[in-house]
């Protein structure tokens, strides 16, 4: 199947710089969204509740900020970039409301639209701009003058010009400088749940801490098992973004090649891929949605207990010793902004 990939060319920053666009929420894309549209030249409003730890952050970086309601009521563009599992609440108490005629309601990711739990009304435009990358990055790409992709998507279209819109948010964040393909809600939402479960966060954490734990437990030393299965990982993949696993392959000596192509399937092997799929078959039927939104609405009991595990690890301490041991490793993620 083709898709429709769109360039800086293909898009009028004029669109979004005649809106008023609302930033809910000023976390990791918030923040790299509000500020780069500012400085793409857009009238942009961050919408924070009172005593939102975000809002010093967000005045000390020039914007101004008003409450989700306020913010949304003095916008014809409201985008939601609060925690997913947040979203309802504000949409049905702050959002809502505050909608007008010709508005548009804009997402990062399809989450809430694609499990039904927010349903706009038919008079406003709804679409998506989803990076594909963290929001910091977004900011530090689009401060260096490059950008991360980005995906777009309409839901609904009232206006006729949703697209058109949505491309020229994208450009403004510095999505078209490396390419906007247009997708569903859908299509974005289950791509990117699976992507992060299975291959980007879950199988890549899960598969450090493996090979971490298989070198210590064998009674090497964690310094090693730090720089061979988490340091180096970055560099190996580095090579792949810029050139592919075959410029990783080509870079890496021949004894690594052929241990990659012999010892890599056994590790990543056919159960793997039948766990992956079916982790992709929990988001597609929507198992995976009624579990995450059960678990925030009961206080997140396993997400932080989770999560504290992951923080214990003996790789984070090691690891901590060692980046603070080269200087240029630990940027820190505000830096850009
Ligand atoms: N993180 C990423 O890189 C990516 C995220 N996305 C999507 O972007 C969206 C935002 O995610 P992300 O940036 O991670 O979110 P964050 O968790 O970083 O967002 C937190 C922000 O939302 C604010 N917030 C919390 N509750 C409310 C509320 N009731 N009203 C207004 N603001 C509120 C927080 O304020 P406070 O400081 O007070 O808590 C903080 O400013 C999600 O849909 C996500 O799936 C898409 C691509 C990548
Ligand atoms: C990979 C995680 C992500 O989907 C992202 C940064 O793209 C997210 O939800 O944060
Ligand atoms: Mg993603
Ligand atoms: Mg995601």
């Avoid at 435009?125 to 990076?131: E, I, K, S, T």
Wanted: glycine residues 10%; hydrophobic residues 40%.
């Amino acid at each position: 199947m083709s898709v429709e990939i769109f360039y800086d060319d293909d898009a009028d920053l004029s669109v979004i710089q005649a809106r008023k666009v609302a930033v809910i929420g000023y976390g990791s894309q918030g923040h790299a969204h509000a500020l780069s549209l500012r400085d793409s030249g857009v009238d942009v409003r961050i919408g924070l509740p009172e005593g939102s730890k975000s809002r010093a952050k967000a005045e000390e970086q020039g914007l101004r900020v008003l409450t989700p309601a306020d913010a949304s009521a003095e916008a014809d563009l409201i985008m939601i970039l609060a925690p997913d599992t947040k979203q309802r609440a504000i949409y049905t108490d702050d959002i809502a409301p505050n909608l007008s005629d010709g508005d548009a309601i804009f997402f990062g990711h399809g989450f809430n639209i694609r499990y039904g739990l927010i349903k706009p009304p038919s008079n406003v435009d709804v679409a998506m701009v989803a990076p594909k990358g963290p929001g910091h990055l977004v900011r530090r790409q689009f401060v260096d003058g490059k950008g991360v992709p980005c995906l777009i998507a309409v839901e609904q279209d009232p206006s006729g010009g949703a697209q058109a819109l949505a491309l020229s948010y994208a450009k403004g964040i510095g999505g078209s400088r490396a390419g906007v393909i247009k997708t569903t809600f859908t299509e974005e939402t289950e791509t990117d749940l699976f992507g992060e479960q299975a291959v980007l966060c879950g199988g890549a954490s899960a598969l450090v801490q493996a090979g971490f734990e298989t070198l210590t437990e064998a009674g090497y030393a964690p310094e090693i098992a730090y720089f061979e299965c988490l340091h180096e990982l970055k560099l190996i993949v580095d090579l792949m973004y810029e050139g592919g696993i075959a410029r990783m392959r080509y870079s890496v000596s021949d004894t690594a090649e052929y241990g990659d192509l012999t010892r890599g399937p056994r590790v990543i092997n056919a159960a793997v891929k039948e766990e992956m799929k079916r982790i992709l078959a929990e988001v597609q039927d929507g198992r995976f949605a009624k579990e995450w939104v059960a678990e925030d609405d009961a206080g997140r009991p396993n997400f932080t207990r989770l999560e504290q595990a992951g923080e214990a690890h003996p790789i984070e301490e090691v690891g901590k010793k060692l980046r603070g041991l080269m200087s240029w490793v630990d940027r820190p993620l505000t830096d850009t902004a």
